[in-house]
């Protein structure tokens, strides 16, 4: 123990005071006064040894009250434990998470994980001297990291809210300050020892974990159309990802999409812990105009997620491009039929490669002689992005079909069947491949299939859509990155097969079109960065800035205008999950629906002992603090570093002596 004013002690010497007066007082007798000895007041008989015993209680209370007394203005204190750390405080950098994972409930208190970090770091605020500055970080970088005083401090702290961006204390460790407070949630998917790195080692870090009451969270992942293609009035399967990353299961969750503000699907889902679930949703589109929709459950207390936002945006024709052999065409008329098609036929010398390049999907109907040009054309669409559907020619391989199959990496080749070789039935399709989802009003699984030579054979495909009653693959279709390859083992003529009289080749061709189709704009994106690709238009290509508006918000991103396509840098400084409107001078482009990361939605975090773990024992400036209130992290810290001052203690005491004095003197 040390006295941070030792002089004081020197008036210990006033102990002699009470002890004097004690001494005479023994010596002095009482002389008592009376009348007559029976008008003497009947009182209480007190022994000598009583008596004693009272006064030395007395002159003890005295002692220790003028002993404590003296030892308050003497200020005792407990040397810190960490006394080669320097303990300037001068400048202090308190780095707080209000990042969106904050909005669980803590531990122990019905309070937000933001409000419990928000009184903690007030605390921490009154720990420093008053001269001291402090520098606030955020998530969101409220305030710059200017240095303010307590007093500003706390005023900023009152109006901090929750933001859409990750937590990362980089920034704070960056200006090295004394001490550097770090307060938050310490997400597992998000915090990294790594950041701790660059810390000097002359800068004491302070980890001070907030524990929440659960981890369990309901987030939407994302959500995708079964067809891309958007047939307005026709019924649409939206597929929405849901993930529960709880620990136990939760049954009968409420999920509802909304189409204009207007309620068009709902259903309950069962979601296993800590596993993606699938929810298929159908809705009916209108014609037009682009719909805004969003898919909506109910989740507490974390709610960030609980919404996604989405776009439909009306679909272009699809673009089919038929190269073949013959002047006129067998697909002219069955895809003429149909107003959202555009067909276009070339014949195999005589081919637009632009057109080409721009379509949905390219069909190589029974090109006998695949040019090199062609089969390098074609290749180099499909790793693009495009689908490709071969329907082989009659007979051998008399072209670059050898060369296509291997840079496409196509496990096929030719049997060399003729029109006179065997046909086989086909397998009745699986109703359940999503590829014939929607396509049977009334599945048949005794229906007369057609019969087909097998004039290429392959293994190992991505799907295989169609078969041969003996398990082989008839039509089949080939992952390629981004891009599609669509096989068929005969070719459509009557001589090798049935086909092309079946009912079934109408919609097989139509489901070739249809999921080969890529919407332009994608269904929604995600805030934060990253880059939008949208088709630039004749009004796309004016001059002018473009810009993003969400009701009085409005960002000018960074753009581009390059190889006929509109390239958009999401700014970002914007964070508010919604709809947005791209305009160009005033006029509306699009309309794109933003949303929010999903690395706020894990809320498993690491504990205090979790974390000692991680940073390991050759960071002795990284200090781990366990939970508790705030006055716990404060008297930690306080013993740490400024030692533990004991002249409360003393001046409590000094009043309890007093006190006891009086009692004795007016009860015994």
Sequence with gaps: ??????????????????????????????????SNVRFIQVSKDLTASQRNLKELLILLSRILFITFLVLAFAQPFLPASDAVVPTDGSDVGITLDNSFSMQNLHQEEDLTLLNVATDKARVVADLFPASSSFRLFTTDNLNHGA??????????????????????????LRSQPNHVFILSDFQKNSFSAAVLDAVDSLTQVH?????????????????????????????????VLLTNTGDEAVEDVPVKLFMQEQQASALSIDLPARQSTAAVMSF???????????VQVED??????????????PSAPIKVVEVIDQQSSSLQRLYGNEPFF????????????????????????????????????????????????????????????????????????????????AKTSLATPDPNNPFFRSIFSDFDAEMQMPTAARSIAWTRASDDILKYRGGAPFLSRFDRGSGYVYLMAAPLQEDYSTLPNHALLVPIMYRLAISSYKQAQQLAYTLGGGTIQLPASEQTRQEGVYELRKDTLSFIPEQQVRGGRLY?????????????????????????????????SYLEQYSPDELRALLGNDRPNVHVYDYGDAFSVKGEFEKRYFGVKL??????????????????????
């Excluded at 507490?300 to 945006?313: G, I, K, R, S």
């Excluded at 632009?354 to 390098?376: K, P, Q, Y």
């Excluded at 005491?653 to 015994?668: N, S, T, V």
């Design 300 to 313: 507490y207390p974390v709610e960030f997620d609980n919404t996604y936002y989405f776009v439909l945006a």
């Design 342 to 421: 555009r067909f276009t036929s070339f014949r195999s010398g005589s081919i637009d490669y632009a057109t080409l390049a721009a379509a949905d999907i390219v069909i190589l109907n029974g090109v006998e002689s695949l040019s090199a040009a062609l089969a390098a054309t074609a290749a180099n669409y499909v790793k693009a992005g495009g689908s490709l559907s071969i329907i082989p020619p009659a007979g051998q391989d008399k072209g670059g079909y050898a060369t296509l199959f291997q840079s496409l990496s196509l496990p096929a080749y030719f049997t060399g069947a003729g029109a006179d070789a």
């Design 568 to 600: 958009i840098n999401v700014p970002p400084d914007m964070s508010e999950a919604g709809f947005y409107t791209l305009q160009l001078q005033d006029s509306a482009v699009a309309t794109l629906a933003f949303n929010y990361g999903k690395e706020e």
């Design 207 to 239: 980890l001070v974990p907030i524990a929440a009451a659960s981890i369990a969270n309901i987030t939407i992942d994302s959500v995708y159309l079964e067809d891309e293609f958007i047939r307005f009035g026709a019924e649409t399967r939206l597929h």
């Design 1 to 34: 123990m040390a006295f941070l004013f030792p002089s004081f002690l020197f008036a210990l010497a006033a102990v002699a005071v009470p002890i004097i007066l004690h001494l005479v007082q023994l010596r002095r007798a009482k002389r008592v006064m009376f």
């Design 147 to 172: 240095s303010v005083q307590e007093g500003e401090a706390a005023a900023i702290l009152n109006q901090l809210d929750f933001s859409a961006k990750r937590f990362t204390p980089s920034q704070a």
């Design 284 to 294: 009916r589109a209108s014609a037009g105009r682009a719909t805004k929709a969003y």
């Design 647 to 668: 002249w409360k203690y003393c001046l409590i005491l000094c009043l309890f002596f007093l006190m006891a004095e009086i009692a004795l003197i007016r009860f015994l």
